[in-house]
Nanobody, 116 residues
Framework: QARLVESGGGLVQPGGSLRLSCAAS????????IGWFRQAPGKGREGIAC????????YHVPSVKGRFTIARDNAKNTVYLEMNSLKPEDTAVYYC?????????WGQGTQVTVSS
């Protein structure tokens, strides 16, 4: 079954950086628009960035624009989320899936905790 697996999360201090990876198996990411989503404790899942399969154009929500960057490496069948200048409010479980509609089963995500 095709699926996406997230990795790269961890504990980081405010102002720090992380790079998340979304690796596809059983399918190829270049067939789909891929998005990164996050779910903070007690809140719903929100989309924060996506990348087009056609021209690689990207969109980032205002709360992460200028700090986070979504990118794809089709040769590695992987989509990345580079996160800089992390804030405590970025603490969440991060997921990837097709966008705007999730076509793959949701994975377990990767936990990002921003705390001093």
């Amino acid at each position: 079954q095709a699926r996406l697996v997230e990795s790269g999360g961890g504990l980081v201090q405010p102002g720090g950086s992380l790079r998340l990876s979304c690796a596809a198996s059983g399918s190829t990411v270049d067939d789909y628009a891929i998005g990164w989503f996050r779910q903070a404790p007690g809140k719903g899942r929100e989309g924060i960035a996506c990348i087009s399969p056609i021209d690689g154009s990207t969109y980032h929500v205002p709360s992460v624009k200028g700090r986070f960057t979504i990118a794809r490496d089709n040769a590695k069948n992987t989509v990345y989320l580079e996160m800089n200048s992390l804030k405590p409010e970025d603490t969440a479980v991060y997921y990837c899936n097709t966008a705007p509609k999730a076509l793959f089963p949701w994975g377990q995500g990767t936990q990002v905790t921003v705390s001093s």
